[in-house]
């Protein structure tokens, strides 16, 4: 069964905007970390940002600054705002949600495309 589907990826000109979700369709989503990922053409996965189970945020370097990650466990969503995008951006982005003593899981992923 789907567990994580990821939304909101799309066509964006350079310098522009997009929104991402990951919705859990899994109890207890509370206790997860949730990870963003991404994988660009011919490359290898890349960490994007993670929101721990108490709300700490990390960045990878590259979109530090310009990403923003938030989780709202009531409707067993993270978000990631993407701001100031750059044709390096493009990629399929991936949701990952994982809890100590439990497999964890991955969404389908989402593309996105930065270009003008």
């Known amino acids: 069964q789907v567990q994580l589907v990821e939304s909101g990826g799309g066509l964006v000109q350079p310098g522009g905007s997009l929104g991402l979700s990951c919705i859990a369709s899994?109890?207890?989503?509370?206790?997860?970390?949730v990870f963003w990922y991404r994988q660009a053409p011919e490359k290898e996965l890349e960490f994007v940002a993670a929101i721990t189970s108490v709300g700490q945020i990390y960045y990878g370097a590259s979109v530090e600054g310009r990403f923003t990650i938030s989780r709202d466990d009531a409707q067993k969503t993270v978000s990631l705002q993407m701001t100031n995008l750059k044709p390096e951006d493009t990629a399929i982005y991936f949701c990952n949600a994982d809890r100590m003593g439990w497999d964890p899981l991955w969404g389908q992923g989402t593309r996105v495309t930065v270009s003008s």
């Open positions: 899994f109890s207890q989503f509370t206790f997860y970390r």
